[in-house]
């Protein structure tokens, strides 16, 4: 697996230092499929015993839908699609801020260009197979 840092700002202590991301090798794709999300925990029990932290695994799709025959992960889109949705909701409470709204924007703006990609391999009739 490859550890992915792209997340964390800075040092000490803060909430991305404590999240360990990993992806797996990538394929002739070029891209990786399946990422591991880790919470690292400081806290103890009881007894003193260090709590282990809490893992998450995200699986994108592998393979074109008209190859594969159906869906059997995630889309980057639907991804950015959350993480979008959730920025706004902070944008109306007391969160908000110019650099949430900068990165709504940024987001949009990568939604549309993954959009027009689409568009493009769907007018050459290469969407949902694995040709470039």
């Known amino acids: 697996m490859r550890n992915i840092q792209t997340h964390r700002v800075g040092e000490g202590s803060d909430l991305n230092n404590l999240i360990s991301v990993c992806a797996n090798e990538r394929d002739e794709s ?4 399946i990422y591991r999300i880790e919470f690292r925990s400081d806290d103890v029990d009881d007894e003193g015993d260090r709590v282990e932290g809490v893992g998450y695994e995200i699986r994108f799709q592998k393979g074109p839908l008209k190859e594969v025959g159906h869906v059997n992960g995630v889309s980057d889109e639907a991804l950015l699609a959350i993480v979008k949705d959730r920025l706004e909701g902070f944008q109306t409470g007391p969160f908000s801020c110019q650099e949430n709204g900068l990165a709504i924007a940024n987001i949009d703006i990568a939604l549309e260009y993954l959009g027009e990609r689409t568009k493009d391999r769907q ?3 290469v969407e949902g197979k694995s040709e470039a």
């Open 30 to 33: 070029g891209g990786s499929h």
């Open 123 to 125: 007018a050459r009739g």
